[in-house]
C-alpha cells in the first residue's frame, strides 16, 4: 500500500484554495448525499465524516435520522470555517485534524464516512487501520473513489497535455479500480461488502473553455496551471476539439466507485 504523492501541507493548502467554491459542484452534492445514504445510517448514531470538507456529507447524514450527531474532520481550516458556517453547530462538531491521527479514543462512532478524499491521504492503508481503532465493533464505513477512467473531464486534459508534451497525473489510479479496493480492505482483514460504480447522472454540456477552465483548477492539473501562456492556449485548442467529439457522442461526465465495508475484522 504505497503512500500517494501528496504531503498533507499539499492538501491543505489546495483545498484552502478551493474551498469558497466548493459546494457549487453538483457532482460534489451527489456524491455526498449518495454516501451518506449508502452509511444506512439509525437513529442516535455517532458519525466520524472524514475529510469533511465544507460538510456536504455531514449535513446530508444528520438529515437521515433523529438524533444523529456528526464529527468532521479535515486538514483545511478553510474548508472548515464554510462548514461550520454551513451547518447546524447542535449536530455537526469539526475539527481539523489528520485523517492518520485522529484526537479520537478507540471504539466512539457507529459508523466512518470518508467522501472524495481517497486519493489525496499520504497512506490510505494507515489510514484505514485508524479508522476502525475509532470505530466500534461492527461499524459501517463508506468511502467513495473516482473510478479510474470514470472523469471524462480529467482523461481529456490529460489525453490534450500529453499531445503537447506535458504529463498530468492520474491522482484515481491507484484506488480508483474494485480490484485494488478488495486488495487493501483484505489486506487489512477487514469485511468488504460491495464496492459499487454508479454514474453522475449529468453529460458533457459546457462550452470547451469554461469546462478548460474549471478543470484546470483541480489539483492533479497544477503542471498547466503554472505552464507558460502559449502553451496552455495550445492545450486548450487540443482539449476543445476533444471535450466537442466527446459530447457529441454522450457519455457519463462523473463515475464514482462507492466502497461499504465493516470495520470488525473478517
Not at 489525496?120 to 479508522?131: I, K, N, Q, R, V
Not at 466500534?136 to 473531464?153: E, K, N, Q, Y
Not at 477487514?190 to 453522475?200: G, S
Request: with cysteine; glycine share 6%; hydrophobic share 40%.
Amino acid at each position: 500500500m504505497a503512500p500517494t504523492s501528496h504531503s498533507t501541507q499539499w492538501v491543505a493548502e489546495e483545498f484552502d484554495r478551493r474551498s469558497a467554491t466548493y459546494d457549487a459542484s453538483e457532482m460534489h452534492r451527489w456524491q455526498a448525499q449518495r454516501a451518506a445514504r449508502l452509511l444506512d445510517i439509525q437513529p442516535g448514531q455517532r458519525i466520524l465524516d472524514v475529510a469533511t470538507g465544507t460538510g456536504l456529507a455531514a449535513r446530508a447524514v444528520v438529515k437521515l435520522a433523529e438524533g444523529t450527531s456528526v464529527v468532521g474532520i479535515d486538514v483545511s481550516h478553510r474548508m472548515l470555517e464554510v462548514a461550520r458556517d454551513r451547518s447546524d453547530p447542535r449536530r455537526c462538531r469539526y475539527l481539523q485534524a489528520n485523517a492518520q491521527r485522529l484526537p479520537f479514543r478507540a471504539a466512539v462512532f457507529d459508523a466512518i464516512l470518508c467522501v472524495a478524499a481517497i486519493p489525496y491521504l499520504p497512506d490510505f492503508g494507515a489510514a484505514l487501520t485508524e479508522w476502525r481503532r475509532v470505530g466500534r465493533s461492527h461499524a459501517a464505513l463508506v468511502f467513495t473513489t473516482p473510478a479510474a477512467d470514470g472523469i471524462t473531464a480529467h482523461r481529456l486534459l490529460s489525453q490534450a497535455a500529453e499531445a503537447h508534451g506535458l504529463t498530468l497525473p492520474n491522482p484515481h489510479a491507484e484506488y480508483g479500480r474494485p480490484d485494488r479496493i478488495r486488495a487493501v480492505v483484505e489486506e487489512l482483514g477487514l469485511n468488504l461488502v460491495w464496492v459499487k460504480r454508479d454514474t453522475f447522472p449529468d453529460h458533457l454540456d459546457d462550452e470547451p473553455r469554461s469546462a478548460f477552465d474549471r478543470v484546470i483548477d483541480y489539483g492533479f492539473a497544477e503542471p498547466l496551471r503554472i505552464a507558460a501562456d502559449d502553451v496552455r492556449e495550445a492545450i486548450f485548442d487540443t482539449y476543445a476539439d476533444l471535450y466537442l467529439a466527446a459530447r457529441s457522442r454522450g457519455g457519463s461526465l462523473h463515475d464514482t466507485l462507492f466502497t461499504r465495508c465493516r470495520l470488525a475484522s473478517t
